[in-house]
C-alpha cells in the first residue's frame, strides 16, 4: 500500500491553494514563476506542505500563501489585489497538479524540482496533459523522475568503465566495499548520501572529482 505524504482530506484545498498561487503570482502580480517558485521552495511554506499543516493545506488562501512566501523571501510587498479568475490558467494547473503529485509520491517539492520536473517543465505538459485524468501526469511525472535519477545514478558505473576497472578492482583500490559500490550503480543506495570519505575513496581511484561521481 503506497503511503501518501498526508492526510486525503486535506488534498483538495492543497491542489487548489498552489494552483491559485502560482496564477495569482503571474497573472494578477505579474511575478516571474521560476523566481518565484525558487523562493516558494526555499520560504518554509513548501516544507510546511509537505509535512501535512493544515494551515497551510486549507487554512490559507492561495493569495495568502503568495502573501507569506513573499514576506519570507524578499523585501517585495504586494498591494491587496482584486484576484477572481475566470478559467484555469496553464499556472494554474501545473501548481494544481504538482500538489498532487507531491501528496501522491510523498517526495518532496525541492526533491521534484530538482530531478526532472522543474516548474518549466510541469508548465510545459500543460498542452498535452491538462484535459487528461491526473494519473497520466503522475506517470508522465514519474518517468521524468526515474530517467533524471537512472542518469545520476549511473554516472559512477560509466566513469568506473571509462576507467577499465571492475568492481571488484575498484573495491580493492579505493577501500569501499563491493558490496556497496554495486548499490551505488544499482540505485538501491543513493551516492548523494554517501559519507565524504567514501566519495573522496572513489573519486581519487578514478581520477576526477567528487562532484563528477555525485552527478
Known amino acids: 500500500m503506497k503511503t501518501h505524504a498526508y492526510n486525503s482530506l486535506y488534498l483538495e484545498d492543497a491542489m487548489n491553494n498552489l494552483g491559485t498561487m ?30 501535512g499543516n493544515p494551515r497551510y493545506l486549507s487554512g490559507m488562501s492561495g493569495m495568502e500563501l503568495m502573501q507569506l512566501v513573499l ?9 491587496i489585489m482584486n484576484y477572481a479568475p475566470f478559467d484555469r490558467t496553464p499556472e494554474y494547473w501545473a501548481g494544481w497538479a504538482l500538489a498532487y503529485y507531491q501528496w ?3 517526495y518532496t517539492f525541492p526533491f521534484i524540482q530538482k530531478n526532472g520536473l522543474s516548474i518549466s517543465t510541469v508548465l510545459s ?3 498535452t496533459l491538462h484535459e487528461a485524468d491526473l494519473s497520466k501526469f503522475v506517470q508522465t511525472a514519474d518517468m521524468l523522475i526515474q530517467t533524471h535519477l537512472s542518469t545520476r545514478k ?17 573495491a580493492d583500490l579505493s577501500g569501499v566495499t563491493l558490496r556497496m559500490i554495486q548499490a551505488y550503480e ?30
Not at 33 to 43: A, D, G, K
Not at 71 to 79: G, H, I, V
Not at 189 to 211: H, N, S, W, Y
Request: with cysteine.
Open 154 to 170: 549511473n554516472t559512477l558505473k560509466t566513469i568506473r568503465k571509462q576507467s577499465h576497472l571492475t568492481q571488484k578492482e575498484l
Open 186 to 215: 544499482q540505485g538501491h543506495q543513493d551516492i548523494m548520501k554517501a559519507e565524504a570519505r567514501t566519495v573522496f575513496a572513489l573519486a581519487r581511484m578514478l581520477g576526477c572529482t567528487p562532484e563528477v561521481i555525485c552527478g
Open 71 to 79: 514576506e519570507k523571501s524578499s523585501d517585495k510587498t504586494l498591494p
Open 104 to 106: 501522491y509520491s510523498a
Open 22 to 51: 502560482l496564477d495569482c503570482t503571474v497573472n494578477a502580480a505579474q511575478y516571474d514563476l521560476v523566481v518565484f517558485y525558487e523562493m516558494f521552495l526555499s520560504s518554509g511554506v513548501a516544507s510546511q506542505m509537505e509535512a
Open 125 to 127: 505538459l500543460y498542452p
